[in-house]
């Protein structure tokens, strides 16, 4: 069987993609009329680096199951290794398998329940701050709860009296990692890791050093992690890295997304505001009362299928496949896009327009549709963690606060996640 090459955009749907990209003032604009024009196979036309980009259900099948052990996730040369060095996201085969096997205790669900009263009460130590009318950037906002949050509950740190002092690191270390300019030139990727993120290099080896003198907590993630003989404070370093970056700035983008829609959506902010005060009354969130807010769930859903923070997957082909009759040659770099699957009109209604009824208990999803922590043996080993925390943290917020949007000027940045540009700015006032 003969097999077809896969298509890349000509001159006019170039035009098109340009012009997509002046619109959106995103690249999205540019994929998404790539995907309109070509399909859910296309290539992707950059200068020296021209991947296929796979969209839909079964391409998402196709990478996270059926060819999920003929595919790479480390590439040696990029800035996510470079950072993460041998965290379990940039691993592949028996070490991530085993990285991953030594992790899980620590974010099983089972753990989560003892995790939730360090996450609002982070949320309202970053809150108590918050002045009444004073407009806040919620995107930074959610990064220090999240950062706490983190800290405390896998770690076993305060990290408040670090927040300021690390705060250019982990934002210099989340760019360092975003796509840029060492897509086109590989070199440029160990340009950039600056002073500020060996700051975070010190840290994690101090608390190291600190845990191993003094054990203390051995069921969180560095006491489990300590535990483990096999278990270097390199090995550790890369695994605390990878959580407190791209553990913590998925969590900071999903909760800015949530708060950005509810703001420009009164009529859900006020139900979803209702629910939660009809549940909580005054008393803080709990583990047991989430499964009473059925609508504030389907917000956050909807909110992470218009804007997955990790909209992408990344892979490289490790031998020649085929996907639908399309060739895919060994060493070519694989993306399969969450955003646009998201956004597939075969699988959504009105697939742009905001409504959390599409997640309520009657409308059944298809499967590999919707992917905001991935799927099969490979998923975000942190997705029960993030969803009990943006609940949590999303919750307390509206249980506390009236949030008023004073920007509707705000677009998808394609960054190490998909995050809001140029912020979103609310005022807020206690309730």
């Known amino acids: 069987m003969s097999l077809k090459p896969i298509?890349?955009?000509?001159?006019?749907?170039?035009?098109?993609?340009?012009?997509?990209?002046?619109?959106?003032r995103s690249v999205i604009g540019a994929l998404?009329?790539?995907?309109?024009e070509m399909g859910d196979v296309f290539r992707l036309p950059l200068p020296g680096f021209s991947p296929v980009m796979l969209v839909g259900a079964e391409a998402s099948r196709f990478v996270l199951v059926t060819s999920r052990d003929d595919m790479r996730?480390?590439?040696?040369?990029?800035?996510?290794?470079?950072?993460?060095?041998?965290?379990?996201l940039v691993e592949d085969g028996e070490s991530h398998d085993n990285i991953r096997r030594i992790m899980n205790p620590a974010l099983h669900k089972q753990m989560l329940q003892y995790y939730v009263t360090a996450m609002w009460r982070a949320t309202d130590q970053i809150t108590a701050a918050w002045q009444p009318g004073k407009p806040y950037n919620m995107l930074d906002e959610m990064r220090k709860i999240a950062l706490l949050i983190m800290a405390d509950t896998l770690f076993g740190v305060d990290f408040s009296p670090e927040l300021?002092?690390?705060?250019?690191?982990?934002?210099?270390?989340?760019?360092?990692?975003?796509?840029?300019?060492?897509?086109?030139?590989?070199?440029?990727?160990?340009?950039g890791y600056n002073h500020e993120i060996r700051k975070i290099d010190a840290y994690l080896y101090r608390i190291i050093a600190q845990r191993r003198k003094n054990p203390g907590n051995t069921d969180d993630l560095l006491g489990t992690l300590i535990n483990t003989p096999a278990m270097t404070?390199?090995?550790?370093?890369?695994?605390?890295?990878?959580?407190?970056?791209?553990?913590?700035?998925?969590?900071t983008a999903s909760l800015a997304w949530a708060l950005y829609l509810l703001g420009a959506h009164p009529a859900v902010m006020m139900r979803a505001k209702a629910e939660v005060r009809a549940t909580l009354?005054?008393?803080?969130?709990?583990?047991?009362?989430?499964?009473?807010?059925?609508?504030?769930?389907?917000?956050?859903?909807?909110?992470l299928?218009?804007?997955?923070?990790?909209?992408?997957?990344?892979?490289?082909?490790?031998?020649?496949?085929?996907?639908?009759?399309?060739?895919?040659?060994?060493?070519?770099?694989?993306?399969?896009?969450?955003?646009?699957?998201?956004?597939?009109?075969?699988?959504?209604?009105?697939?742009?327009?905001?409504?959390?009824?599409?997640?309520?208990?009657?409308?059944?999803?298809?499967?590999?549709t919707f992917l905001p922590f991935g799927g099969g043996p490979r998923n975000c080993i942190g997705a029960a963690f993030a969803q009990?925390?943006?609940?949590?943290?999303?919750?307390?917020?509206?249980?506390?606060?009236?949030?008023?949007?004073?920007?509707?000027?705000?677009?998808?940045?394609?960054?190490?996640?998909?995050?809001?540009?140029?912020?979103?700015?609310?005022?807020?006032?206690?309730?």
């Not at 998404?32 to 309109?36: G, K």
């Not at 270390?173 to 840029?180: D, E, H, K, L």
């Not at 404070?233 to 969590?251: E, N, P, V």
């Open 7 to 24: 298509p890349k955009p000509n001159g006019i749907i170039g035009l098109k993609g340009l012009r997509g990209i002046w619109q959106r």
């Open 32 to 36: 998404e009329v790539f995907h309109a």
């Open 73 to 88: 996730w480390r590439m040696e040369r990029e800035p996510i290794t470079i950072l993460l060095r041998h965290g379990v």
């Open 164 to 191: 300021k002092r690390l705060w250019k690191g982990v934002v210099r270390a989340v760019n360092y990692i975003s796509p840029g300019i060492w897509v086109l030139w590989r070199g440029f990727s160990h340009i």
């Open 233 to 251: 404070d390199d090995l550790i370093r890369d695994q605390l890295m990878t959580m407190i970056i791209a553990g913590h700035d998925t969590s």
């Open 281 to 303: 009354g005054d008393s803080p969130p709990t583990y047991e009362s989430l499964e009473k807010m059925p609508y504030l769930k389907q917000v956050l859903n909807e909110s």
């Open 305 to 368: 299928r218009l804007y997955p923070p990790i909209h992408l997957g990344s892979r490289v082909a490790a031998k020649d496949l085929c996907f639908n009759g399309y060739a895919i040659p060994a060493g070519m770099r694989v993306f399969y896009s969450i955003y646009l699957t998201h956004r597939h009109p075969v699988y959504w209604h009105n697939p742009n327009q905001f409504d959390p009824e599409r997640f309520n208990a009657a409308n059944k999803i298809m499967p590999y």
């Open 388 to 431: 009990v925390e943006s609940k949590i943290v999303l919750a307390r917020l509206l249980q506390q606060f009236d949030l008023h949007l004073l920007n509707n000027n705000v677009r998808p940045y394609m960054g190490a996640t998909l995050e809001p540009r140029p912020g979103v700015m609310m005022s807020v006032k206690g309730v």
